[in-house]
């Protein structure tokens, strides 16, 4: 059997794009070193920061509340949010393992509904969309408005920066799915940090450089306890599927696309960002790219 890279024990994990073969003990070391580099790298935090963390429940939301309480409680605040999207027997079953995590961490938590907020749920907004290709799919609602209510509360608790558990996997695949729909103006808003202004708070990924498959075996070597059933009902609806089917087969291929995808992600954006003027929606008074921000169209659209 194959040797550890880093000691003489059995190799557990092994990584392709490097290739890096792993102990437990130096897999957990080697995920650990890169979280802590990518938030210096991309200079995501200053001292006594307020943090609020945007947690789902789910894998990379629990490893990334962990990872921040570990090696960042000290000189951080560090606080949680969830927002319930009134999805039943899927949203509320994962905010009840995320509020389990955060209970035993004894930090401040604050949850918010779509109900209560937008007066109407994601099963409203599917009924009115389904298939109607006019207005949209399902999904393509629930990004802005989840977006809309984790800046609003997270300005109500007094955050200096929003972290979000968006990871590798996620960030090729956008950057994919706005190069195939020529969208250079959305392109030019992702990466590691998103910038803030007034009543925008900055918003950072510190697992930005973490792949998928080893946030999953990072939880489960860790014992870090998230919500790991069905996905989303209504995920079928997202074009995201189509890009992730096609870029995890790209990666199996050619182990180190994803990293590859990435590099030449971060060496065009300082040719597409552009110097826009700032302009705040005239209905919520947010950050908006015109009059009104996405969430507030999307609510006019099915109302």
């Known amino acids: 059997m194959a040797k550890c890279d880093k000691c003489s024990n059995q190799s557990k994990f092994f990584l392709p794009y490097g290739p890096h ?28 920061e307020v943090i609020v963390v945007g947690v789902s429940g789910g894998k990379d939301s629990m490893v990334l509340l962990h990872l921040l309480e570990k090696f960042y409680s000290k000189e951080q605040t560090i606080k949680a949010l969830s927002i319930d999207e009134g999805i039943p027997n899927y949203r509320n079953k994962a905010i009840k393992v995320a509020l389990k995590e ?57 955050a200096t920066k929003i972290a979000t ?40 990924k510190p697992l930005y450089l973490a792949p998928e498959k080893e946030i999953i075996a990072y939880a ?23 890009f992730r089917t096609m870029l995890n087969e790209m990666e199996t291929k050619f182990p180190g696309t994803f990293y590859s995808i990435l590099s030449f992600f971060e060496n065009l954006k300082p040719s597409i960002q552009k110097k826009e003027k700032t302009t705040f929606c005239k209905k919520c008074n947010t950050l908006s790219s015109g009059t009104l921000c996405s969430a507030c169209l999307k609510l006019e659209k099915i109302n």
């Open 165 to 204: 558990g968006h990871n590798l996997d996620d960030e090729v695949q956008s950057i994919a799915m706005n190069f195939f729909d020529n969208d250079l103006k959305r392109m030019a808003r992702l990466g590691a940090i998103t910038k803030g202004s007034k009543g925008f708070i900055p918003r950072i």
């Open 220 to 242: 489960s070597l860790n014992k870090i306890n998230h919500f790991s059933e069905e996905c989303c009902p209504f995920s079928w609806q997202a074009k995201r599927n189509a």
């Open 102 to 158: 955060i209970k035993k961490r004894n930090i401040e938590f604050k949850l918010v509904s779509f109900k209560k907020k937008l007066g109407k749920t994601m099963v409203d907004v599917m009924k009115k969309t389904g298939r109607n290709k006019t207005i949209g799919s399902t999904c393509s609602y629930c990004g802005p408005f989840r977006r809309k209510l984790l800046n609003e509360t997270a300005v109500e608790m007094n």
């Open 21 to 48: 073969k792993y102990c437990n003990k130096h897999f957990n070391s080697f995920f650990e070193k890169r979280f802590k580099k990518t938030i210096r790298k991309y200079k995501m935090l200053s001292k006594n």
